[in-house]
């Protein structure tokens, strides 16, 4: 990190650097190749956009799963999900009465 890092909020992430990086963001930036950051960041602006625009609450959730490699007993295998729940203004209802001669429902009452 930088010294600004603490005024600015930037944190610098060197992908070059022979020397890995132990942190969560650097891990972030790596898995698949850029792409789950790049999905995070659509996944983020999309559901704060639904939110500013209904008032409701959303979710965006990351979930990881680790498995051992068949091939490399040393490699972790690291699979990610990304779940988007975005908020959604409840769909008015609409009466119906039920029409025991045709079995349906119906917007009228049945004689």
Do not use: C
């Not at 942190?23 to 972030?28: E, H, V, Y």
């Not at 975005?86 to 119906?96: G, K, S």
């Amino acid at each position: 990190m930088d010294d600004n890092s603490a005024t600015t909020g930037l944190v610098v992430i060197d992908l070059t650097s022979p020397v890995p990086d132990p942190s969560f963001a650097a891990w972030l930036l790596r898995q698949r190749n850029g792409q789950l950051h790049q999905e995070l960041t659509e996944a983020l602006s999309r559901l704060s956009l639904a939110v500013a625009d209904t008032s409701l609450n959303g979710e965006l959730t990351l979930q990881g799963k680790l498995r051992l490699s068949e091939d490399n007993a040393e490699q972790l295998l690291v699979f990610d999900l990304v779940t988007l729940k975005e908020p959604r203004r409840p769909t008015p209802a609409h009466a119906f009465w039920f029409d025991e001669d045709t079995l349906s429902l119906s917007s009228t009452l049945p004689l």
